[in-house]
C-alpha cells in the first residue's frame, strides 16, 4: 500500500501550457517536501510546505498544502523543456521518523 | 565539500553473492536513509538510521542489513543477491525528519544475474 498517492503517473504536454500535479494521502503529515529527479541524478528537494493551507512559489512553480495535512499539489505555469523530469512528493509523519515517497510523476515537456 | 558519497556506481552480482553498498556524508547529518528505486517508480525505503547505533526497517527491508557505526557512515549489506533487487540504490541524509531536505547520493546501479 503506497502511503504517498501521486496523479497523474504520466504527463507528456507542450511548452507554454499549464499543469498541476497532486499528492494524496490519508494520512496526516508533519510536513510535505516536492523534489525533482532527472534521468541518473538523485532527488533535488524543490520546496518543504509545513502548515495546513500553506502556499509557495517558485519562479512558475505553485506549491500547496492541504488544509488538513493529508495532500498537496503542484502547479507549472507556462511549462518549458527544462522542466521535465520526475516530480516525487515525499512526507515525514508525525511521530515517525521515516520520509517516505510516492511512485513519482514522470513529466515531459516537448519543444 | 562532497555531500552523500556512494560507492560503488555500478555493480552486477551473481545469485547468491553478497555485497556491500557503501555510503557516507560530510555534512554531520543526523538521518541516514536508504531507498531503491525501480524503472520508472518512486523510491521505497530500506533502512533509516536517525544516529550513531540506532537503525530501523523501512518499507521494504527484507534481504538487507544496516549498520550505523559512525554519524558519518551508513554501509547497506546484501547478503545473499537475488534478481528482485535489481535496482538503483539511493542513499540520503538530512539534518531533521520533519521538514528537513533530503540530500541524495548519485545512486548505485546493481544488477543481479
Known amino acids: 500500500t503506497q502511503l504517498l498517492e501521486q496523479s497523474p503517473q504520466f504527463l507528456s504536454i507542450q511548452e507554454g501550457e499549464n499543469l498541476t500535479v497532486y499528492c494524496n494521502s490519508s494520512?496526516?503529515?508533519?510536513?510535505l517536501q516536492w523534489y525533482r529527479q532527472e534521468p541518473g541524478e538523485g532527488p533535488v528537494l524543490l520546496v518543504t510546505?509545513?502548515?495546513?493551507?500553506e502556499v509557495k512559489k517558485l519562479k512558475r512553480l505553485t506549491f500547496q498544502f492541504g488544509d488538513a495535512r493529508k495532500d498537496s499539489s503542484l502547479h507549472i505555469t507556462a511549462a518549458q523543456p527544462g522542466d521535465t523530469g520526475l516530480y516525487l512528493c515525499a512526507g515525514g509523519q508525525g511521530g515517525s521518523e521515516k520520509l517516505v515517497f510516492g511512485k513519482g510523476t514522470k513529466l515531459t515537456v516537448n519543444p | 565539500n562532497a555531500g552523500v558519497t556512494q560507492t560503488p556506481k555500478f555493480r552486477i552480482l551473481k545469485i547468491g553473492q553478497s555485497m556491500t553498498l557503501q555510503c557516507a556524508q560530510d555534512?554531520?547529518?543526523?538521518?541516514m536513509y536508504w531507498y531503491r528505486q525501480d524503472p520508472g517508480m518512486g523510491l521505497k525505503l530500506i533502512y533509516y538510521?536517525?544516529?550513531?547505533?540506532?537503525?530501523d526497517k523501512g518499507e521494504v527491508p527484507n534481504g538487507y542489513n544496516v549498520s550505523r557505526s559512525t554519524t558519518e557512515d551508513f554501509p547497506l549489506r546484501l547478503e545473499l543477491a537475488a534478481p528482485s533487487q535489481t535496482s538503483v540504490y539511493f542513499c540520503a541524509s538530512s539534518y531533521q525528519t520533519r521538514g528537513g531536505e533530503a540530500f541524495f547520493g548519485q545512486g548505485t546501479r546493481l544488477t543481479v544475474v
Open positions: 555534512m554531520n547529518h543526523n538521518y
Open positions: 494520512s496526516v503529515f508533519s510536513s
Open positions: 538510521s536517525v544516529g550513531a547505533g540506532i537503525t
Open positions: 510546505v509545513v502548515t495546513g493551507g
